[in-house]
């Protein structure tokens, strides 16, 4: 019978179907498994998982016991272990936290990574590229401080990787010049955004756009010295009870002496990491989904975007254009988080994507 009351926690009395919102709030232990595929060219073919533990204020709990259907908008503190491996002998395991504090006026996001990557590095129009293997830790404090009740936030971060860096053909990159090289690469960040969506995982309404400047330097801990800057913005309007629409821009900049990792890249569904870099990115994606119940949603998806550098024209160079569908299903109705699996084609692969909440 004990066997039998705990696994009821994972279906919802309100339909009857599949559902870890009884699991996640209700259990001082309850944390939600992710496990996630990894498909992108960049690093092979491989896989992972997440374990999610969730956190609430007991001012949320109290509100969540008097309206269980209100938790929707109550941002909750997440803490997560990550893990996962690829067929190319690439690996990562880390541990991090995600915090709300004082009723979401304060938003904190940290967290410690270790990694070994084996990767390759393109020049433009060079399709076989010049592999390398990067490992090392990278370490991450970023807040932001909400302006009064306003959807407003102003906020810093600081960031510090420590690497080693091992290359087959050291003089086909650009600035190494030797087949080791040890770095450490260490920023400033400040950071104006703002944000309205009404979840933080899975939104289906709302807007958050944001402007930010990174300052890396040698007072910081790092050997490099550069700038870089991004602006971005997503927007989600749902159009009726089953159809919505989402939309996504993105622009990177950099500026001084980067090391050739730190240049911006075209992060889009069906892109290796990596591989499309330049002084300058810009992109833009637009994704449609259907409702087709209250649990399952499905979507396509289309973007396009390109990475140029600081003595070219954009109008010169070539976009890039990736495309897919995938769908989700509502895990946690109570908090509005959904999971699901995206199948995209970029320029030259498929890639398949495990996602947990938005892909944004």
Do not use: C
């Amino acid at each position: 019978m004990s066997h039998a009351g705990a696994f009821d926690q994972f279906f919802d009395p309100q339909d009857g179907q599949l559902d870890a919102s009884q699991w996640i709030l209700d259990n001082a232990h309850g944390f939600l498994p992710v496990p996630f595929a990894i498909t992108d060219p960049a690093v092979g073919v491989g896989g992972g998982a997440a374990l999610l533990f969730f956190h609430e204020t007991e001012q949320q709990k109290a509100k969540r016991v008097k309206d269980p259907e209100s938790v929707q908008g109550i941002p909750l503190s997440v803490s997560g272990v990550v893990a996962g491996a690829t067929n190319n002998g690439s690996y990562l395991g880390g541990a991090f936290h995600s915090g709300n504090w004082r009723d979401d006026s304060v938003r904190y996001l940290g967290g410690i990574f270790g990694a070994s990557f084996n990767l390759t590095f393109y020049q433009p129009d060079d399709n076989q590229g010049q592999k390398f293997n990067m490992e090392g830790i990278y370490f991450l404090q970023d807040i932001d401080f909400r302006l009064g009740k306003s959807h407003f936030f102003v906020g810093g971060s600081y960031s510090y990787m420590d690497s080693k860096t091992k290359f087959e053909m050291p003089g086909l990159v650009p600035g190494v010049n030797q087949f080791d090289l040890d770095s450490r690469d260490a920023d400033v960040s400040v950071k104006l955004t703002y944000d309205n969506r009404d979840n933080t995982f899975s939104p289906e309404q709302g807007t958050k756009v944001g402007i930010k400047a990174s300052f890396h330097d040698k007072a910081f801990g790092g050997d490099f010295e550069y700038q870089k800057y991004r602006v971005f913005g997503q927007h989600y309007q749902k159009l009726n009870d089953k159809w919505g629409v989402a939309v996504r821009g993105d622009a990177q900049a950099i500026s001084g002496d980067a090391p050739f990792y730190a240049r911006p890249f075209l992060e889009m569904r069906g892109m290796p990491a990596l591989r499309y870099q330049g002084d300058n990115t810009v992109l833009a994606e637009a994704e449609v989904s259907y409702k087709v119940n209250d649990r399952w949603t499905v979507l396509g998806f289309a973007g396009t975007g390109n990475a140029f550098d600081s003595d070219q024209s954009i109008k010169d160079t070539k976009w890039r254009t990736s495309r897919g569908a995938g769908f989700r299903y509502l895990i946690a109705r109570q908090l509005g988080m959904k999971v699901g699996i995206d199948i995209a084609k970029g320029p030259l692969d498929w890639t398949t994507h495990i996602q947990f909440g938005s892909a944004w």
